[in-house]
């Protein structure tokens, strides 16, 4: 595993062990989803100021998604995942480039929803088990618990067979890609 782009591209990254509980985001897709955010230009459209961000990674896993956004240099990131085997090697991949300081990992069963935190974020990256109906209960977190700053992206990674369910009223999507068997989401308080 390893970083694909910014400051920290090629840089050699820790794995944990494979597990078919684990998913990573494919280096393809990832490359996809950081060109969509950076190089196109919707963070830019939503006026989210990169070196402001403060990235909710939900369903860690790896922490990759965290450790190429932390290459663009974005603020800092907290990474949510239920196994603590891989957020210690989350820790561990922080130590490696330099970023301990700007990550913050917290172990945390999310299909009983989100743990309460302080944070307000701008950038969400929702990543869970493919099938499993997650979403719903994280977007009613999201907004129950107020984590979203006023100008935020919300990217929901899941099975292209999947129905991505949202309360449709309160958030809309901007954009939707589909590549290989994943949907990319990407949406917004309406």
Known sequence: MYIISGKYRGKKLLEPERSDKLRPTSNKNLKNIINILYSGGLLESLDIKIAEIKLLDLFAGTGIFSFEN???????????????????????NSKLI????NIHTIKCDLKNGLPKLKQKYNLIFIDPP??????????????????LEKKHLIIVES???????????????????????????FLTKS
Not at 70 to 89: C, E, G, H, M
Not at 98 to 101: D, F, H, I, L, S
Not at 130 to 147: A, C, S
């Open 70 to 92: 932390l290459s663009q240099n974005i603020s800092s990131t907290t990474l949510v995942d239920i196994n603590q085997k891989n957020l210690d090697i989350i820790r561990r």
């Open 98 to 101: 330099g970023e301990e300081g």
């Open 130 to 147: 493919y099938n499993k109906n997650f979403t719903e209960k994280i977007f009613l977190d999201l907004e129950n618990l107020n984590y």
């Open 159 to 185: 099975s292209k067979k999947e129905e991505l369910k949202f309360n449709r009223y309160k958030f809309k999507i901007l954009k939707e890609r589909i590549y290989g068997n994943s949907r990319f989401g």
